[in-house]
Each structure stands twice: as structure tokens, then as C-alpha cells.
């Protein structure tokens, strides 16, 4: 089919937009090249985190690249004490997370950065744990961020009661989120017996429960 008012195929591509995607697919490579070659040098510098956070701004799914900003990271900052350092990690993985919610290699890094790299911090758990909730929100099937808050709530001590009642207000608002059934099997085992069973098992959760501020802080 045509378009009658510009007379051509619908859905195609203009010339000016073919180059300038191709340009553009050009300079990706070229950083991506670029970046890589400074890992094959082991340069571990400023210069290198710019370069891969050009690159990984582009495209987060770059795993190569994550593998080298960790070993960057530590050459740099072996026990993760800079927190402008810090703060650049979770800025970088946070935009990576809006262009894709569920990438793998974003979650890992911040994961790392959180709970293995920076030195345990009062404030930086409970804002992670209020993240996971607001990207849970957005899709509360996103078994990546229920995997994150998992081992989060693990770190932090959040109380296994505390992290059910989450659970079951999910699993309330729509009862075929496997991705909170499989959270709550994680959860029934830490909890003895007679706790947190009033839930949506038998029937009484999700009317009450609120997933907001429940084991946040």
C-alpha cells in the first residue's frame, strides 16, 4: 500500500534517515572498538570510564564492557570508598534499567556496585528497596528486580514477615504473578510456623495489604 499524500510505501525510510542511522551505526562501532582496544591494553583510567559509559549509554547490553568497567572500578577504587564513583555506577545502571527494565547484565553490575563493591551503607539499601517497588509498579512480573529485591531484603535483614506482606499484595493485585508466587516459596521457608499465613494463600491478602512501605525501611 501507498501513501496517497507522499506517494510512497508506508513505513519506509527516508534517505536522510537511512544515513544518518547508518552514521550513527557507524560511531557506535567505532566507540565500541574504541573501548574494547583499551581493555585489550588494560587501561584502567578515567579516560576508559568515559569511554564505556559512552558506549553502554548506547547500548546497556554491552556485558563485555560491564566486565571491564568492574575491573576498572577496582583498579581505581578497590573498595568502592569514592561515592561520586559509587553514584556514577547507580546513575549509569538506572538508565540503563529505564531503556531496558529486564537486562541482565545492568541488574548484575548493580548488584555488584550495591552489595559487593561499595561499603555497606545505611541509606543506600532502603533507596534500593523503595526502587525495585516502583519498578514493580511499572511491571510486577519483572522477575529481575524480584530476584534484585530478594537478595536486597537478604543484605539488609528486611524481616522475611515484612517481605511476604509485599509479596502477597502483589500476588493480590493479580493473583497469576508467578514471578511473587516463586518470591513467597523463597520467603514461607524463613518464617516459622503460623507466621504470615493470613495471606492471599487463604484467601485475606491483597485486600488489605499495600506494597508501598512495606519492607522499604
Known sequence: PTSAMHNRKRGSISAA????????????AALSR???????????DGAALDATAKVLGVNPEHYSLWNYRR???LALHPHGEDEGAVAAELE???????ANPKSYCVWHHRRWVVTVWAPPS?????RELKLCAKLLEMDARNFHCWGYRRH???????????????????????FSNYSAWHQRAHLRPLLGDG????????????????AEGVAIV
Open 152 to 174: 536486597l531484603a537478604g543484605v539488609a535483614s528486611s524481616p522475611p514477615a515484612a517481605e511476604l506482606r509485599f509479596t502477597d499484595a502483589k500476588i493480590g493485585a493479580d
Open 92 to 98: 549509569l545502571t538506572q538508565a540503563g534499567l529505564t
Open 122 to 126: 545505611a541509606e543506600r539499601l532502603p
Open 71 to 73: 575491573e576498572i572500578l
Open 195 to 210: 507466621d504470615g499465613l493470613g495471606g492471599t494463600a487463604r484467601g485475606g491478602a491483597g485486600a488489605g495489604g499495600s
Open 17 to 28: 534517515k537511512q544515513a544518518a542511522l547508518k552514521e550513527r551505526g557507524a560511531q557506535y
Open 34 to 44: 574504541g573501548a574494547m582496544a583499551m581493555r585489550v591494553a588494560r587501561q584502567y
